[in-house]
């Protein structure tokens, strides 16, 4: 399984501890592969992403902030996004989207 990761809206504290915890839980649980999109759902519309892996997530916990940037958009971009989540999906290969703020 392939699953994209995001963190959206204002930055606050824990954003880089779900980030670990979600890449962990995939990775060392299931095997399953994770990609982080950049400042958001900015980086789900732009197609920029990385991947995350154990190395990626290591030390992250005492890092304020997230890994990944976060951005806010204006309400059309936020529905384009919305309204396009499932092209978008199969597009970068994602089974899964978390979206995290």
Same mark, same amino acid.
């Given at each position: 399984?392939?699953? =994209?990761? !995001? ?7 824990? $954003? #880089? @501890? /779900? ?23 900015? =980086?789900? !519309? ?7 892996? $154990? #190395? @990626? /997530? ?44």
């Amino acid at each position: 399984m392939r699953i =994209g990761i !995001l963190t959206a809206g204002g930055d606050c504290p824990g $954003l #880089n @501890a /779900v980030i670990r915890s979600v890449v962990h839980r995939a990775v060392v649980g299931h095997g399953d592969e994770v990609i982080g999109f950049e400042d958001g759902f900015k =980086g789900l !519309l732009d197609g920029h992403f990385r991947p995350l892996d $154990l #190395n @990626a /997530v290591s030390g992250i916990l005492a890092r304020g902030g997230t890994i990944l940037g976060s951005a806010r958009l204006e309400r059309d971009r936020l529905r384009e996004a919305a309204e396009n989540c499932e092209e978008l999906s199969r597009r970068y290969g994602i089974d899964a989207l978390i979206p995290i703020g």
